[in-house]
């Protein structure tokens, strides 16, 4: 048995088939029978709009060649000589769709551990820290030098580390309560599995300390980070979880996120400056005004949350009181909040700057004012009380912003 077959382009135009069917003959009784031979993938291959569909005669498919002097026949099909072959095609997609995997998971996971770190608080974090930090630069502007800045860079991110490690630590113990309040989240998606969860809490946690210690961060300031990653921990954690309990939550959140994260930068900031840390009037009065602002979001972040809370037996205010009674309450809280910053503008004219104070802390409460107005026409809905709760936490940036300033 003899078998030839010759890939020349015999049909004059290039074709785009990736697998390639050929013939083959099979010589003996002095007859001779032409065989096609075709890959399992190429049952369509005769569909392509570049293989002929009739030919003029049997000459433009048969053609007589001669190798070593005998006569043997040689099949021409539709293709261009130069394509690749069948197996490099397969190679390259295959390759191909693998980086394109590999990419994809990637970014799943980026976007994932994004939406773990629940950007509304860490940003709050980012900015409160600067603001902080730009407000003792404004009281002693002949300590700005630009090395400082680059030396509080490393300070700034163990500040994010440590807000990181909370809200992931409270995600990881409230999984199930949250495929119920907050099915988005990537725990609860299945975009984050709980193993891959607490490796990124673990990491955060860790890459903090080093940090702190790379530093070499004196005894308060260690002291002070270590105690907001403590009250951090048994927020959520077992055997405390101060979380179960309203009373508890109000004190602990208000503690841990205003005044030890307050005292914490500030003091920093000065011991690296080289000044001593004291109680000033501004500092007082954004460390009271912040930590009561927290007592309010640590009540209002419960009035989506009711149904889950309730489901798993986590007595919260809003679940205990019910949502219209809360929101007046905490409305209730900031506004007092916001006659004090008013008293001690007109009170403190030497330290408190009024064409700043009072505009503005007469603009936020009616704005406040409006966004209840809002949520109470529509009847507290989870979504009206979401975005009551994100209205919250842009106040209060905005009080951070203006802290430089006053």
């Not at 096609?36 to 569909?47: D, V």
């Not at 939550?249 to 690296?272: E, Q």
């Not at 006659?339 to 007109?346: E, L, N, R």
Request: aromatic share 16%; proline share 6%.
């Amino acid at each position: 048995m003899e078998i030839s077959i010759s890939n020349s382009n015999s049909f004059g135009g290039p074709s785009n088939i990736i697998a390639r069917p050929c013939m083959a003959y099979f010589r003996g009784n002095n007859r001779l029978s032409l065989i096609p031979i075709i890959s399992p993938t190429t049952k369509n291959i005769f569909k392509s709009s570049n293989f002929p569909s009739k030919c003029s005669s049997t000459k433009d498919l048969i053609k007589p060649v001669r190798i070593n002097g005998q006569s043997r026949f040689s099949i021409s099909l539709s293709y261009n000589q130069h394509n690749p072959s069948p197996i490099q095609d397969c190679s390259q997609a295959q390759y191909s769709a693998s980086s394109d995997s590999a990419l994809a998971k990637t970014s799943r996971f980026g976007s994932a551990c994004y939406k773990f770190l629940r950007p509304y608080a860490v940003q709050q974090a980012i900015i409160s820290a600067i603001c902080l930090f730009a407000r003792v630069l404004v009281e002693n502007p002949q300590f700005f030098k630009w090395p400082l800045m680059f030396k509080t860079f490393p300070g700034l991110v163990t500040i994010i580390l440590a807000h990181a490690y909370y809200i992931g630590l409270n995600q990881i113990y409230d999984a199930d309560i949250d495929r119920v309040n907050k099915p988005y989240l990537p725990i609860p998606t299945g975009e984050l599995s709980d193993r891959q969860a607490w490796f990124l809490v673990i990491f955060y946690l860790l890459s903090g300390l080093l940090i702190m210690w790379l530093m070499n961060a004196d005894l308060i300031t260690l002291s002070l980070y270590c105690l907001g990653l403590f009250f951090g921990t048994f927020y959520s954690a077992p055997p405390f979880r101060f979380k179960r309990y309203s009373l508890a939550t109000s004190i602990f959140l208000p503690l841990t996120t205003g005044a030890i994260h307050n005292v914490g930068i500030l003091y920093a900031t000065r011991a690296s400056i080289g000044l001593p840390f004291w109680w000033s009037p501004p500092i007082v009065f954004i460390t009271t005004f912040v930590t009561l602002f927290f007592v309010v979001i640590s009540i209002t972040k419960d009035l989506t949350d009711v149904e889950g809370d309730m489901k798993h037996n986590i007595q919260t205010f809003a679940a205990i009181f019910g949502l219209r009674k809360i929101a007046f309450f905490c409305t209730g809280i900031l506004l007092v909040n916001y006659m004090g910053a008013i008293a001690a503008a007109i009170y403190l004219p030497q330290v408190f700057k009024r064409y700043l104070m009072l505009p503005a802390h007469s603009i936020f409460p009616l704005w406040l004012l409006f966004q209840v107005r809002k949520l109470d026409k529509e009847n507290y809905s989870k979504e009206a009380c979401a975005n009551f709760f994100q209205f919250l936490w842009k106040l209060l940036n905005l009080e951070y912003l203006l802290f430089p300033f006053i």
